[in-house]
């Protein structure tokens, strides 16, 4: 059902065509993540300080937690260009060098989803970061030669949900690594308050903190269920966004108190009604859901077991007795067959 299929969009950021102002620009505009903040600001500041070029930043945690807007800030406040690529863009060796050969002193490289790097390229990141210089390769067999190329130092950021898929030696060339985490209720309602004076629309703080809870911890869907509630707001209570108006309108989004949807609902509901509440692989929920098992991990999982929602044991994935409860469902009665324990 179509419906049904409605995965968290924290990956597709269609809003950006759209409202694009929305990302914070500078280190005091962007909310929350107090620490890597800090860091980063720290680092910036030294780095323009001694004229130097700024370290390798790796930024990792679940999509939509401002990973990208943190790129773009640390290249606004160095006050140098920025080149966005991603890990599936570069298919070829020849892809990242033309771009390194092209990047001007001290500028910043952003590839996105860097754990999705070809191998072949990721093995000329290896020189590039640390001595700021490619090998390229010319003729095969006994005729193959090789030339370094030098480059012009840069700063990679690299950003990636999946810190644990990224090779040791990549990991390694990073000299700032950070991971951002989910955002408090109060956080959110500070991004909200914030994105709702861009789009020039007026909402009460009761109303902020409402789609706060809805938004799984992540500012993306924050700014997208503001935009819902927006429209809703329009057509149905002249423009002003209210508690009751969030309320009304994220209902007939189908997203409830916990900002769980419909595709969360039936990921839990599967666990509990076809697998008796688990532990089950995450493959055979994927495989009854006929949904990509890196799409769960990715864009379900993390909120599910941040919620206190979801397990993961050796064994398989399980349910808690907070998802019974919100589902409103009956725990099953523990097996009342005792095992005899041999003599
Ligand atoms: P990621 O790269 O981690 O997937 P993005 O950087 O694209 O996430 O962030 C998604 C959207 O959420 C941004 O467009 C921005 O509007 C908003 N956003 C993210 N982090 C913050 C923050 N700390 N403060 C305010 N808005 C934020």
Redesign the pocket.
């Known amino acids: 059902m179509e419906e049904e299929r409605n995965i968290p969009d924290?990956?597709n950021?269609e809003?950006?065509h759209i409202i694009?102002d929305?990302?914070?620009k500078g280190f005091t505009?962007?909310?929350?993540?107090k620490q890597v903040?800090e860091t980063l600001q720290i680092a910036v500041k030294a780095a323009k300080k001694r004229d130097d070029v700024l370290d390798h930043v790796l930024?990792y945690?679940?999509?939509?937690?401002?990973?990208?807007?943190?790129?773009?800030i640390i290249s606004n406040e160095l006050g140098v260009p920025l080149v966005h690529t991603s890990g599936p863009a570069l298919e070829k060796g020849g892809d990242l060098i033309s771009i390194l050969t092209h990047m001007k002193y001290g500028n910043v490289l952003f590839i996105?989803e860097i754990h999705r790097l070809p191998k072949v390229v990721e093995e000329f990141l290896y020189s590039a970061m640390e001595d700021f210089a490619v090998d390229i390769i010319f003729d095969k067999g006994m005729n193959a030669r090789s030339y370094r190329a030098k480059l012009e130092q840069f700063t990679l950021v690299g950003?990636t949900?999946r810190a644990g898929l990224l090779s040791p030696p990549l990991r390694e060339r990073f000299g700032i690594q950070r991971s951002?985490d989910f955002?408090t209720d109060e956080?959110l309602q500070?991004?909200i308050i914030?994105?709702a004076a861009i789009l020039e629309v007026e909402i009460d703080a009761d109303a902020a903190i409402e789609i706060a809870k809805r938004s799984r911890g992540?500012?993306?869907i924050?700014?997208q269920l503001l935009r819902r509630v927006r429209d809703f707001a329009q057509v149905r209570a002249e423009g002003r966004i209210t508690r009751q108006v969030s309320y009304d309108a994220l209902l007939l989004e189908g997203i409830d108190e916990m900002g769980l949807n419909l595709f969360d609902v039936r990921f839990l509901n599967i666990i509990i009604d076809f697998y008796n509440g688990g532990p089950v692989g995450l493959e055979a929920i994927a495989a009854t859901l006929q949904e990509e098992t890196d799409t769960l991990i990715d864009m379900v999982e993390p909120y599910l077991l941040k919620a206190g929602l979801l397990m993961r044991t050796s064994s398989g994935r399980k349910v808690t007795g907070l998802a019974y409860s919100h589902l409103k469902k009956t725990p099953p009665k523990k097996s009342s067959v005792q095992l005899e324990l041999p003599k």
Request: proline share 12%; hydrophobic share 30%; glycine share 10%.
């Open positions: 924290a990956e950021d809003q950006e694009p929305l990302r914070p505009e962007y909310v929350g993540q903040v930024l945690g679940p999509p939509g937690l401002g990973k990208t807007t943190m790129a773009h996105d950003a949900t951002l955002y956080q500070k991004v914030r994105s992540t500012p993306r924050a700014n």
